[in-house]
Each structure stands twice: as structure tokens, then as C-alpha cells.
């Protein structure tokens, strides 16, 4: 086990009223659905990281844009199985076709007023009051 967290990115791409989410292939919460994701890779740029987890996830290339959110997402248990530290940035859709891709079983537009029907990953609940809220830049979860 890592003794330390670890960086992850989330790519946020709004329709309108409409969030793109993928259902998680694996875990952690593998089944619930989440922004587009995950963990950046040694020598990897935050940004660099979010439009490949974007093309993997979803087959869409994406330009990214400021950063929306930052949070963490903690496995239960002593010790915990996971530790990661969220920064999740907008982002537009520049090209490529949309498709569940390798980490995503499923991958959806939902309305942001549908999102509470639908089994999500811990760390989307504060994200999503954000969106609704028209929240602020760099808002953390927990603070």
C-alpha cells in the first residue's frame, strides 16, 4: 500500500443542464457513476492527464479548461485502501465520438437535476451541489 495519496483528475463537460458521466468499470466504486477520471501518470501534466482519461472513458478529446474543484476520495477502513487527492477542471468537447471506453462500463449525458437517482461515487455528491450552485473555482469538499 501507498503511504501517500495519490493525484487523480476529473474532466467535467456540461451540456446545458446535462453532465457527461461514466459508470465505473472498476474500482474503487466500480458500478457508480462519476465525471470522467483518474490517476496521473509519473511525469504527466494535470491537464495532460484529464484529456487522456477523457479519450480513454469516453472517446471524446476535450480541450481543458480552469480548474472547477478540488477534493479527496478515502477508502474506509484502518487503513484506509485508498487515498486520492481530486482536481477536476472543465472542459469542452473538441472532437472524437462518444463510447464507453476501457475504465467505463457505461457512459451518459444526465441532467444534473437527475443525478441523485443514480448510485454515485462518494466524492460526486460535493461536486455536484457545486454545479448546481454555480460554485466557485478551487471549492473544497469537506471545507
Do not use: C, N, Q
Request: glycine residues 14%; charged residues 25%; negative net charge.
Amino acid at each position: 500500500m501507498d503511504e501517500h495519496p495519490v493525484p487523480g483528475v476529473g474532466v467535467i463537460i456540461l451540456d446545458g443542464e446535462s453532465l457527461l458521466l461514466v459508470r465505473r468499470a472498476h474500482e474503487p466504486g466500480a458500478g457508480r457513476w462519476a465525471v470522467p477520471g483518474g490517476k496521473v501518470g509519473w511525469g504527466e501534466t494535470l491537464a495532460d492527464a484529464a484529456r487522456r482519461e477523457a479519450l480513454e472513458e469516453t472517446g471524446l478529446e476535450v480541450e481543458v479548461g480552469s480548474v472547477f474543484w478540488v477534493g479527496e476520495g478515502i477508502g474506509e477502513g484502518d487503513p484506509a485502501p485508498w487515498h486520492y487527492v481530486l482536481i477536476d477542471f472543465l472542459a469542452s468537447i473538441v472532437g472524437g465520438d462518444l463510447r464507453p471506453g476501457s475504465d467505463a462500463a457505461e457512459v451518459r449525458w444526465v441532467r444534473l437535476d437527475e443525478t441523485d437517482d443514480l448510485p454515485l461515487t462518494d466524492s460526486m455528491r460535493p461536486l455536484l451541489a457545486s454545479l448546481r450552485t454555480g460554485g466557485s473555482p478551487w471549492e473544497m469538499m469537506g471545507t
